[in-house]
């Protein structure tokens, strides 16, 4: 029982220290095998590989791929003409020789990526104060990525290499400080009113120019109608009277006959109208009183 034992202690031992001397490298990842502390060797391959047993020997990995680093403050910047702007950018870069990259720089990314946001914003710092905000937004912005782009690079390959390679540089913002854009906006808004105003005040004059316009010539247009309507109207007045003349002229009794039945008509134009006039002393119904006795009314009127 006891040697079934020790067997089983020994196999539990001997897969433990095999499994201690296996490692596997992923295809996105760099190997460093490091021995009492120093770099051993580097892996670059993915696969399986052997080393000695810890603490003669140990792993650490390192990310292999490519890497982005965002600007991690907005901290205003100077241009050329003394204006302060905010600045958002990213960098593209990655560990190329790990072993240059943990002695100067660091066992992990995350040290690089702190001291390479420390050294792109110094580049980006000197860079901008030789330019205007125009070139920061116009087409000259491709030449600053470029230059921030080379002295970074300048840097990260000098006396002590880092190891890295930085892919690109590229700016997502450029912007005013946050009281110099309220204030330009403040500017543009009561630019935009005045702008609103005047298009208001021109639009008010125009439409009161139309409309004294079309009243005018609304006025001009009745009084013409009016003046050819009364021209008709004489002209017609001219043609009836000459046609009441030639045919009153013909017979004068019933001429003075239809004129009494004219002026009754207008006399008596409604059933409220009253006249109060005597029939026997007045000429007025002469027509209604029988032609035989001029001082009898004959039919009296109501």
């Known amino acids: 029982m006891n040697r079934i034992g020790f067997i089983a202690s020994t196999i539990l031992v001997a897969l433990a220290l095999l499994s201690s001397t296996l490692f596997v490298v992923d295809q996105r990842q760099f190997g460093v095998v490091y021995q009492l502390g120093q770099i051993k060797n580097v892996i670059t391959e993915p696969g399986l590989n052997f080393k000695m047993p810890p603490p003669f020997q140990n792993v650490s990995y390192i990310d292999k791929r490519l890497l982005t680093l965002s600007s991690l403050e907005a901290e205003p910047m100077l241009t050329a003409e003394k204006q302060r702007v905010v600045i958002d950018w990213y960098v593209r870069w990655r560990v190329t020789n790990p072993s240059e990259y943990i002695r100067n720089v660091g066992l992990d990314e995350n040290a690089g990526a702190v001291q390479l946001n420390r050294v792109v914003r110094n580049a980006f710092q000197e860079n901008v104060n030789k330019r205007t905000v125009r070139d920061l937004i116009s087409v000259r912005r491709e030449a600053l990525m470029a230059d921030v782009q080379r002295e970074v690079l300048a840097v990260v390959k000098g006396a002590k290499p880092w190891g890295v390679d930085i892919v690109d540089v590229r700016i997502t913002r450029v912007d005013y400080v946050e009281a110099i854009t309220e204030s330009v906006y403040r500017r543009m808004e009561a630019e935009r009113k005045r702008v609103a105003n005047e ?28 003046r050819d309507a009364q021209k008709i109207k004489g ?31 207008q006399s008596f134009n409604k059933k409220s109208d009253v006249l109060v006039v005597d029939p026997a002393s007045s000429d007025f119904f002469k027509a209604l009183r029988s032609s035989g006795s001029p001082g009898n009314p004959g039919n009296s009127t109501r």
């Open 199 to 226: 298009l208001r005040s021109t639009g008010f004059a125009e439409g009161e120019k139309i409309r004294a316009d079309a009243d005018r010539q609304r006025e001009v247009t009745v009084a013409n109608a009016y």
């Open 235 to 265: 002209e017609g007045d001219a043609l009836a009277a000459a046609s009441y003349s030639e045919a009153f002229g013909r017979d004068p009794q019933f001429a003075q006959f239809y004129r009494s039945l004219d002026a009754y008509k």
